[in-house]
Structure formats: structure tokens, C-alpha cells
């Protein structure tokens, strides 16, 4: 990126040269390239050049997100720590950011579309008197934070199975292009960063030892695809954990999560160790460390 002309601002991407060598964009261009590293998202262009058409499958919920300054909920102000509300087909989610000035929130609903493609993208704006429908009867501070709100958005929720296609040639997917995810686990950005880092080493590691970029490609989404396999495993589980229906189901979910949280909070933080305890850049730096 420090090269003169190396970024390119409002650029499109209309294909792969063969064996991931350079892309096409748009005007016919051909941008030649030892490698091609694909962060283009969930409908990425590169990963449909490469592997064929895989339509992203929406998952049955929409979600709606949006801000509201903290001095506006008086005392309906959610709890300093990051909250879940949980309930029948739903749930919501509300933390503090902006030094604690700004509280951000998003509400998952389960709800059949005829067309949910319409409202694929997370700038879409909200209907805010759909939202408190969506929410009525919920605890205060979550109907407060909806009618206080500011730029609400509202958009469907796409994702797509665990695949092993990740690697084409000299061209890599790497965050939401190879496994996108709920934002039931907010893990989908930091697998994505988790993912860059990886990558990048792996490819100092094999100019450093003069072998083939392709190979550290390779070691790459062998070494990222079980964690993030994983992680979109428990986005999709935490998502029914949070939405199951009423009956002695939701009891003993909730009571599990309550109970633990309430009494064994060290336990109930220890089954996230894995997640947050996972050190990516020592993982990269091993994986480095052995000859290709």
C-alpha cells in the first residue's frame, strides 16, 4: 500500500484472470498480481469466479440496528456491561461505545420474505414504529432505545454453509468472502482480521524461504478453516438458544444462562476461552516457523 497508485478507489471487480493471477475490472482492464487476496463479502464477485455460482441462503430473521446517545435513555439505560434480551423468535442486543456517550443496538426477528434480497444491505433505513412492533411489550430500556433512536437500519440475514473452497491458484478468500457469519457470535469481523493477519504472514513466510505462494495459501485455509467452521456453528446455535419458543425448552435455557451468569460467572466465561483466548498472531507465527 505504499506504492504510488496502489490503492485504487472506486475500482469494480468483474473477474479473475486464470489461476487467480490478476483480476478483470471493469473498462476490460487487467490488473496482473502475484496474488490475489478476496475481501469482497458475502456476494463476493472473486469466490463466484472461481468456484461457480453459491447463492447465499437467507436464514428466516431480519435485523434492525441502530444508535442512540446514552443521555437520552435517562433511567431506561441498559446496564453498563454488553446486554441480551432474549424471547420467542427474537432477541436484542444493546452495548455502550463512543467512550460510553453513545449506546448501539440490534434486534434479530425471525420473519418469512418474499423478497428478501430487497433489503440486503445493512443501510437499508427503518421503519421505527415496525421495530417497536416488533418489540412491544419488551423490557424498557428496549423500546426506549428504538423510540430514541437515530439512523435506524433494517436488513435481511444472509449466510452461507462452511465450505473448503477457499483457495484458487495464487487467490485466497478471507473474511466474509470465505465464511460469513451471523451476528449472533459477533465474530464476524474478528475472524476476518484473524483471517488477514494469517494470511499476510504465511506469504512473508514462503517469500522468506522462496517457495511457492500457492503453498502458503493453502496452509492458510487449512490452518483457519476449523476455527471459523466452528464459530459459524455457534453463531447458528446461539441464535436458536436465544429464540426458542415458549415450553419447558426455553426454560431450560434461559435458567442455564441465567444460573450460570448469576452464579458461576468464571465457568460461564471459561466456555468462551476459546474464542477469546485464542492468540492468532502466535498461531500464524508457528505455522510460519515450519518449512513449506
Not at 424471547?87 to 418474499?114: I, L, M, T, W
Not at 522462496?210 to 478453516?225: E, I, N, V
Not at 446455535?237 to 419458543?245: C, I, T
Request: charged share 20%; hydrophobic share 40%.
Amino acid at each position: 500500500a505504499r506504492a504510488p497508485g496502489s490503492v485504487r478507489l472506486g475500482t469494480t471487480v468483474e473477474g479473475m484472470m486464470p489461476a487467480g493471477k490478476g483480476l478483470l475490472v471493469q473498462g476490460g482492464e487487467r490488473l496482473e498480481a502475484d496474488v490475489v487476496i478476496a475481501a469482497d463479502g458475502l456476494r463476493s464477485t472473486l469466490r463466484s469466479a472461481a468456484f461457480g455460482p453459491q447463492p447465499a441462503r437467507y436464514t428466516g430473521m431480519i435485523a434492525w440496528r441502530g444508535t442512540v446517545p446514552a443521555s437520552a435513555l435517562g433511567g431506561d439505560a441498559p446496564p453498563p456491561t454488553a446486554c441480551v434480551w432474549a424471547g420467542p423468535g427474537r432477541h436484542f442486543v444493546s452495548y455502550y461505545v463512543a467512550k460510553g456517550q453513545v449506546v448501539n443496538f440490534v434486534g434479530v426477528v425471525e420473519r418469512d420474505s418474499e423478497d428478501p434480497e430487497a433489503l440486503d444491505s445493512w443501510r437499508t433505513p427503518g421503519d421505527q414504529q415496525a421495530a417497536l412492533e416488533d418489540f412491544i411489550g419488551w423490557h424498557p430500556s428496549v423500546t426506549r432505545m428504538i423510540q430514541c433512536s437515530q439512523g435506524l437500519s433494517q436488513w435481511t440475514l444472509f449466510d452461507r454453509p462452511p465450505s473448503a473452497h477457499w483457495v484458487s491458484g495464487s487467490m485466497a478468500l478471507v473474511g466474509d468472502a470465505a465464511h460469513p457469519m451471523l451476528p449472533t457470535f459477533a465474530q464476524g469481523a474478528s475472524q476476518g482480521l484473524e483471517d488477514a493477519w494469517t494470511v499476510a504472514r504465511l506469504a512473508d513466510a514462503a517469500v522468506e524461504q522462496q517457495a511457492p505462494l500457492s503453498a502458503a495459501l493453502q496452509r492458510y485455509a487449512a490452518l483457519r478453516q476449523p476455527r471459523t467452521t466452528a464459530i459459524q456453528h455457534r453463531a447458528l446455535r446461539n441464535a436458536r438458544d436465544f429464540h426458542h419458543p415458549r415450553g419447558f425448552e426455553q426454560i431450560r435455557a434461559y435458567s442455564t444462562l441465567w444460573l450460570g451468569g448469576r452464579f458461576l460467572p468464571g465457568l460461564a466465561r471459561g466456555r468462551l476461552d476459546e474464542i477469546y483466548g485464542f492468540d492468532a498472531v502466535a498461531e500464524a507465527e508457528r505455522s510460519a516457523a515450519a518449512a513449506f
